[in-house]
């Protein structure tokens, strides 16, 4: 596994959640991570990505204002910080990095992803 992803579980709408995403040291030069999430039945889908030097980042319009992606630059590590979840936040979510330093376009793309983490489920249900 080149990503681990954790913190995921069981929360009631309006609750929150912290995932964090680790890259190995095989996953060699990371410089942008993002986490995507898939529901069953649907394909998966971008939540969002930041770049690991400036910080600039892009959220999906579902998530914007309830979650924040943060990140470690030295450990090489991502962070998705979720509030106020709702019932349709429900999937599992994988974290990904990219060797490339990525424009806020590119990000949304599943194919701009070099690394895939193994994925953590997120249940939102009362």
């Known amino acids: 596994v080149q990503l681990q992803a954790s913190g995921g579980g069981l929360v009631q709408p309006g609750g929150s959640l912290r995932l964090s995403c680790a890259a190995s040291i095989r996953t060699g030069n990371v410089n942008t991570m993002a986490w995507f999430r898939q529901a069953p039945g649907k394909e998966r889908e971008f939540v969002a990505a930041?770049?690991?030097?400036?910080?600039?980042?892009r959220y999906a319009d579902s998530v914007k204002g309830r979650f924040t992606i943060s990140r470690d630059r030295a450990k090489k590590m991502a962070f998705l910080q979720m509030n106020s979840l709702k019932p349709e936040d429900t999937a599992v979510y994988f974290c990904?990095?990219?060797?490339?330093?990525?424009?806020?376009?590119?990000?949304?793309?599943?194919?701009?992803?070099?690394?895939w983490g193994q994925g953590t489920q997120v249940t939102v249900s009362s």
């Open positions: 990904a990095g990219a060797v490339a330093t990525h424009i806020i376009s590119s990000m949304a793309s599943l194919r701009s992803w070099d690394y």
């Open positions: 930041q770049r690991l030097a400036d910080g600039g980042a």
